[in-house]
């Protein structure tokens, strides 16, 4: 099965022109892997290829995974799925959600995305939800779907890695930088497998916790890699005015549209550290445009009820 065929395209590196970059001889590409496919973008193409590949040699007919309401991953798995002939099964965090199954999926973009590609959704209370990796949850979620192909939350295992690795190519190899933002670990440890001796790849995680360096360390032995922890703005999914101002600002100047919840927060932090001197004169930069654009209408949502400025799409 060759993966999605000619729907797939090849992401292109476009070079960002900004007065932060010219003042410090720095310059900065961006890899648009958010262009890669219309539905399924980023790095969860790059985290499912091999994982649905495997559910197919293996016999499954059904992929379950597990998300938030707004995850990019459930998205993705169920558009996935559809494409590919897998019937698709989402586990989903709160089950508050499922009391008036119509009222969510009109106010909820991703979950209605994800009915609409034939996905059923299974709504756990966020108690039950944390024992999701545990062989009893498994067992009852066995009983009642029959058999099934398991991907974890946020699509990081072996083969998202594997999958990971190809989005570095040979026309990288000009960089000294390479640039993600880090939710689970798993495609920074791609990107980091397929890193040559003279680079170094720094990720931006998009939460608070010190606990990511030690799941990175299980998919790479390398060691050309560090952390820059402090722009998550307070933690997961959280975001302020000075980060939706230079979301927007960047999408009128650069004409490159940001998530909130990952590229926007690693892409402020490297302008951010740029400013800042971390790098030397003539240093190659390039950034990982890692999709996610599906969950800014849910952050609007939630940005419009606190009267926050919202996010240009």
């Known amino acids: 099965m060759h993966f999605f065929s000619s729907e797939v395209k090849e992401p292109k590196n476009e070079e960002i022109v900004h007065p932060i970059l010219k003042e410090a001889e720095v310059s900065l590409f961006i890899k648009r892997e958010d262009l890669i496919h219309d539905q399924v973008s980023g790095n969860k193409f790059r985290k499912l290829k091999y994982n649905l590949l495997e559910a197919k040699r293996l016999g499954f007919n059904t992929i379950l995974t597990f998300g938030g309401a707004y995850s990019n991953h459930i998205a993705a798995t169920a558009a996935a799925g559809k494409i590919v002939g897998l019937q698709t099964i989402g586990v989903i965090r709160g089950d508050e959600l499922a009391k008036d199954l119509d009222q969510t999926l009109s106010e909820n973009d ?51 890695v594997k999958g990971c690795e190809e989005i570095l190519t040979k026309e990288d190899k000009v960089f000294d930088y390479i640039c993600c933002a880090v939710g689970t670990g798993g495609t920074i440890s791609g990107i980091i497998n397929a890193s040559l001796a003279h680079q170094q790849v720094i990720g931006f995680p998009a939460l608070k916790g010190n606990f990511l360096s030690d799941e990175i360390r299980k998919y790479t032995h390398k060691t050309n890699w560090n952390l820059i922890e402090e722009y998550h703005f307070g933690g997961y999914g959280k975001i302020n005015a000075t980060l939706i101002e230079f979301i927007n600002t960047f999408r009128e100047e650069q004409n490159i549209a940001l998530d909130p919840i990952y590229t926007g927060k690693m892409i402020y932090g490297l302008f951010d550290s740029i400013q800042n001197g971390t790098f030397t004169k003539n240093t190659r930069i390039l950034a990982i445009h890692t999709g996610g654009l599906q969950g800014i209408l849910g952050m609007n949502k939630r940005l419009n009820k606190k009267k926050f400025p919202l996010i240009r799409i």
């Open 110 to 160: 991703t979950l209605r995305f994800a009915t609409e590609n034939g996905m059923k959704l299974k709504f756990v209370s966020r108690t039950a939800y944390k024992e999701k990796t545990s062989a009893s949850f498994l067992e009852a979620l066995k009983k009642e779907f029959g058999s099934f192909y398991t991907v974890p939350e946020g699509g990081t295992n072996v083969l998202a």
